[in-house]
């Protein structure tokens, strides 16, 4: 089918087409976020989960949601190597600039501005990397001590008495955070602790690796009582269902059931999987609906593995991650429960490629998800042969 209008989306944050399974997360983030808006104790939200899972997408689609709600959002990605003052601060000084365009937040935005001005003047000096934009002169004695600590709270809570000024919440959506060292976390926690106790309207909404929980409790001891820790894992048949056909639905196209079972399958559920086998599966297709197919397709199956089916998934959404994942960053490989032939499936993105490969990234200190190397070169999964039917083959 015509591969202009494919509506699938794998990629890293990309947005897919149907955003399925998580609408309970979602609700649970806004009515926290409400509840910190109105002064009512709620705790800042960690999404744990391994690559591909979709944090990134759920992060962008709650700020977006608070956002349209009146909030005010900061949105950080932690890159590796840099400084959390340096990633906070250009951030944090737009919000106080929308902020102190607020009538009733003006003066105190404008005390946010002068914190962020003794704040980036004071650290410069340790974090190389900060650079900042002064709107105003600093204010001696507000958060131009010098240490991390102690300057990252106070300039939090005058930001948050800005936003607070105007019934609003100042959020910070942060991706990525198991990059930020953990003695950075460490003030990041003390600062969003003391917002809480002052009931000023600051929160966090991190997403991050399955080692991030770790890095939470090793920075502060209290970490595990002021986030709610929410383990992202693969979606469930439903979900999974759903954000396979729905998108194809919305463009009249269908998957024959046998189909969609078989992508199901070999997906596990996880997200990115599905997105790759949903554009896959419409790039081949010569018409809908999209069949399994395995009788009048040509060479090797593209999108092919056999086996007993799914392994039991890993953890899921609100739930407990699995001792295993508790243990270790739960990344290390799977028991095998079904063969899979590896001539069928050494061109193909699957769940337990991507699992060993990310387990190999951990162990060489770069956690990511390596989509696996094609050992066939004319048949990669992004180029499907022109002559290939639609074919899913279970
Ligand atoms: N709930 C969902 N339903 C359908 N597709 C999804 C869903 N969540 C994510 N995806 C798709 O999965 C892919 C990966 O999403 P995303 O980049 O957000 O994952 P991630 O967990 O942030 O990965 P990483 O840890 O590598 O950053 C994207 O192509 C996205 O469109
Ligand atoms: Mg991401």
């Given at each position: 089918?015509?591969?202009?209008?494919?509506?699938?989306?794998?990629?890293a944050g990309a947005p897919p087409?149907?955003l399925?399974?998580r609408d309970a997360l979602i609700e649970q983030v806004r009515i926290a976020t409400e509840r910190v808006r109105?002064?009512?104790?709620a705790k800042s939200v960690l999404m744990i989960g391994?690559?591909?899972v979709g944090k990134t997408v759920l992060l962008d689609r709650m700020r977006s949601d608070a956002e349209a709600a009146g909030i005010e959002t900061l949105r950080i990605e932690a890159?590796?190597?840099?400084?959390?003052?340096?990633m906070l601060?250009p951030q944090l000084?737009l919000a106080l600039?929308r902020l102190?365009?607020?009538?009733?937040?003006?003066?105190?935005?404008?005390?946010?501005?002068?914190?962020?001005?003794?704040?980036?003047?004071?650290?410069?000096?340790?974090?190389?990397?900060?650079?900042?934009?002064?709107?105003?002169?600093?204010?001696?004695?507000?958060?131009?001590?010098?240490?991390?600590?102690?300057?990252?709270?106070?300039?939090l809570?005058?930001a948050g008495?800005?936003a607070?000024?105007?019934?609003t919440v100042l959020a910070l959506y942060v991706d990525e955070l198991?990059?930020?060292?953990?003695?950075?976390?460490?003030?990041?926690?003390?600062?969003l602790?003391?917002?809480?106790?002052?009931?000023?309207p600051v929160m966090l909404v991190g997403a991050g690796?399955?080692?991030?929980?770790?890095?939470?409790?090793?920075?502060?001891?209290?970490?595990?009582?002021?986030f709610a820790?929410h383990?992202i894992?693969?979606?469930?048949?439903?979900?999974?269902?759903?954000?396979?056909?729905?998108?194809?639905?919305?463009?009249?196209?269908?998957?024959?059931?046998?189909?969609?079972?078989?992508?199901?399958?070999?997906?596990?559920?996880?997200?990115?999987?599905?997105?790759?086998?949903?554009?896959?599966?419409?790039?081949?297709?010569?018409?809908?609906?999209?069949?399994?197919?395995?009788?009048?397709?040509?060479?090797?199956?593209?999108?092919?593995?056999?086996?007993?089916?799914?392994?039991?998934?890993?953890?899921?959404?609100?739930?407990?991650?699995?001792?295993?994942?508790?243990?270790?960053?739960?990344?290390?490989?799977?028991?095998?429960?079904?063969?899979?032939?590896?001539?069928?499936?050494?061109?193909?993105?699957?769940?337990?490629?991507?699992?060993?490969?990310?387990?190999?990234?951990?162990?060489?200190?770069?956690?990511?998800?390596?989509?696996?190397?094609?050992?066939?070169?004319?048949?990669?999964?992004?180029?499907?042969?022109?002559?290939?039917?639609?074919?899913?083959?279970?």
């Amino acid at each position: 089918m015509d591969p202009i209008t494919n509506p699938y989306a794998p990629g890293a944050g990309a947005p897919p087409p149907e955003l399925a399974g998580r609408d309970a997360l979602i609700e649970q983030v806004r009515i926290a976020t409400e509840r910190v808006r109105i002064g009512r104790q709620a705790k800042s939200v960690l999404m744990i989960g391994l690559r591909g899972v979709g944090k990134t997408v759920l992060l962008d689609r709650m700020r977006s949601d608070a956002e349209a709600a009146g909030i005010e959002t900061l949105r950080i990605e932690a890159p590796e190597g840099r400084s959390l003052p340096a990633m906070l601060a250009p951030q944090l000084r737009l919000a106080l600039l929308r902020l102190s365009r607020r009538e009733k937040a003006g003066d105190l935005a404008a005390r946010g501005l002068r914190a962020l001005a003794g704040f980036a003047k004071s650290l410069k000096l340790k974090f190389a990397d900060l650079e900042v934009g002064i709107d105003l002169e600093p204010e001696p004695g507000l958060a131009d001590n010098g240490d991390l600590e102690h300057d990252l709270q106070a300039l939090l809570e005058a930001a948050g008495e800005a936003a607070q000024a105007v019934g609003t919440v100042l959020a910070l959506y942060v991706d990525e955070l198991q990059y930020v060292p953990e003695d950075q976390l460490a003030p990041l926690i003390t600062a969003l602790h003391r917002c809480a106790q002052r009931q000023v309207p600051v929160m966090l909404v991190g997403a991050g690796l399955p080692q991030l929980p770790g890095q939470m409790g090793r920075a502060k001891s209290y970490a595990e009582r002021l986030f709610a820790f929410h383990f992202i894992g693969p979606l469930d048949a439903t979900a999974a269902r759903d954000a396979l056909e729905v998108p194809a639905a919305a463009l009249g196209v269908r998957f024959e059931p046998a189909a969609t079972e078989a992508i199901l399958r070999a997906t596990e559920g996880y997200p990115y999987f599905l997105q790759e086998w949903g554009k896959h599966a419409w790039d081949v297709a010569p018409a809908s609906p999209i069949t399994r197919d395995d009788r009048t397709r040509p060479g090797p199956a593209p999108l092919r593995r056999r086996g007993r089916g799914p392994r039991p998934q890993g953890h899921r959404d609100g739930a407990h991650p699995r001792a295993a994942d508790r243990k270790g960053h739960g990344l290390e490989p799977q028991p095998r429960r079904h063969r899979v032939h590896r001539a069928d499936v050494r061109c193909l993105p699957a769940p337990d490629h991507a699992r060993r490969g990310l387990a190999r990234g951990v162990r060489a200190g770069r956690p990511q998800l390596r989509r696996p190397t094609p050992r066939c070169s004319s048949h990669r999964p992004n180029q499907p042969r022109a002559s290939t039917k639609a074919s899913i083959t279970a």
